[in-house]
């Protein structure tokens, strides 16, 4: 165990590391993101799968994916089926957490973020690829016993995603559902 306190150290230094990046580059997030946003008609939720030990402490992908969800539509954000991926304007709105579990019960988490759009290739505008065309992480450390706050975390990426998608989608600029 020795080695697991050191390696969890190692870790939590990393991650606060992290922290100070990442809030210099949400602060200076790039309007290339943010225009990525405009037209994106509706997000299709997924959220990775959760170690066992947060699993075993009460935490779901399904409270993570309601959360989300939630907010999403809270915000105006239509939500998509798998189904409807394959439609102009459709994404994916993709979250991550891992994490490290010490002896002492307190898991280090990088909570991450991000949509995946279909993009095409500016050497071949006819082949589209997946990108990530948004970001954003935040990093903390939470008890065992208090994993589930982890849904407010979650949440507030949601919240920020749905401020900047707002900002480029306003009412007369968002896209109307092709009706099939």
């Excluded at 008609?41 to 699993?55: F, I, K, R, W, Y």
């Excluded at 409807?84 to 988490?109: H, M, P, R, T, W």
Aim: aromatic share 4%; charged share 20%.
């Amino acid at each position: 165990m020795k080695g697991f306190g050191a390696r969890f150290g190692t870790v939590t230094i990393a991650l606060a590391l992290c922290l100070i990046t990442s809030i210099g580059a949400q602060g200076a997030r790039l309007a290339l993101e943010v225009k990525s946003l405009r037209g994106v008609m509706g997000v299709h939720v997924v959220v990775e799968s959760l170690a066992a030990d947060l699993v075993g402490d009460g935490l779901t992908t399904g409270s993570l994916e309601k959360t989300i969800t939630d907010r999403l539509s809270a915000g105006g954000i239509r939500l998509l089926s798998e189904d409807e991926l394959s439609q102009d304007g459709a994404a994916i709105f993709y979250i991550s957490l891992a994490s490290v579990k010490s002896d002492k019960g307190l898991y280090a988490c990088d909570v991450h973020a991000e949509v995946i759009q279909a993009a095409a290739l500016t050497r071949g505008p006819h082949i589209l690829t997946p990108a990530t065309t948004w970001t954003s992480t935040t990093v903390g450390i939470v008890g065992a016993s208090n994993v589930k706050q982890l849904n407010s975390t979650v949440g507030k990426l949601a919240d920020e995603f749905v401020r900047d998608y707002l900002s480029v989608n306003s009412k007369q600029q968002m896209p109307k559902p092709k009706i099939a």
